[in-house]
T-cell receptor, first 114, second 111 residues
């Protein structure tokens, strides 16, 4: 019954590495989102996508990029990882329709940059 | 920008009712949601309410919406240790599908 799958639960990378976080959903949702979650700061939106090959910046896009080549897959890319990108990363998807029944989240990827 | 506020912690005794409160500032909110996050996991949608509703009940969960005061609450009846988690309030408005999240309330259930 898995619906939004993030490829890794835990990841440790070195400063300066290029990091790919993968997210796949099997619900044919149009919208996909990447958030990071930090203690005391809640959820912050990094990037989102309403359609294939389409992307929009969220509140904190600096240091990140995304790719959506297929409807079901939305990748978050850290071009050159830094220690301040150590965080929990959450992918989510939702339908593009009214009424809107909210997000389905993945289990999260806890990334540590050393 | 628009804001969603929640208290950070709530501690209750097992078997009691829990009430988690949320206030929001956007008067054009259309949908309001409660999500639950268990330790080390992603968020799970618990329930939602449309802005034209005052109350929604789903088993042990009761959601109350006071639009005049822009106040949303989640009541969990007969709280169990398995209910210990972080609960996030969220709202969408103006045709946007991107919710504004509160910072979450950590519910601690003790024996």
């Amino acid at each position: 019954d898995v619906k939004v799958t993030q490829s890794s639960r835990y990841l440790v990378k070195r400063t300066g590495e290029k990091v790919f976080l993968e997210c796949v959903q099997d619900m044919d949702h149009e919208n996909m989102f990447w958030y990071r979650q930090d203690p005391g700061l809640g959820l912050r939106l990094i990037y989102f996508s309403y359609d294939v090959k389409m992307k929009e910046k969220g509140d904190i896009p600096e240091g990140y990029s995304v790719s959506r080549e297929k409807k079901e897959r939305f990748s978050l890319i850290l071009e050159s990882a830094s220690t301040n990108q150590t965080s929990m990363y959450l992918c989510a998807s939702s339908e593009d329709r009214e009424p809107n029944y909210g997000y389905t989240f993945g289990s999260g990827t806890r990334l540590t940059v050393v | 920008g628009e804001d969603v506020e929640q208290s950070l912690f709530l501690s209750v005794r097992e078997g009691d009712s829990s009430v988690i409160n949320c206030t929001y500032t956007d008067s054009s909110s259309t949908y309001l949601y409660w999500y639950k996050q268990e330790p080390g996991a992603g968020l799970q949608l618990l329930t939602y309410i449309f802005s034209n509703m005052d109350m929604k009940q789903d088993q042990r969960l009761t959601v109350l919406l006071n639009k005049k005061d822009k106040h949303l609450s989640l009541r969990i009846a007969d709280t169990q240790t398995g209910d210990s988690a972080i609960y996030f309030c969220a709202e969408t408005s103006g045709g946007s599908y991107i919710p504004t999240f509160g910072r979450g309330t950590s519910l601690i259930v003790h024996p």
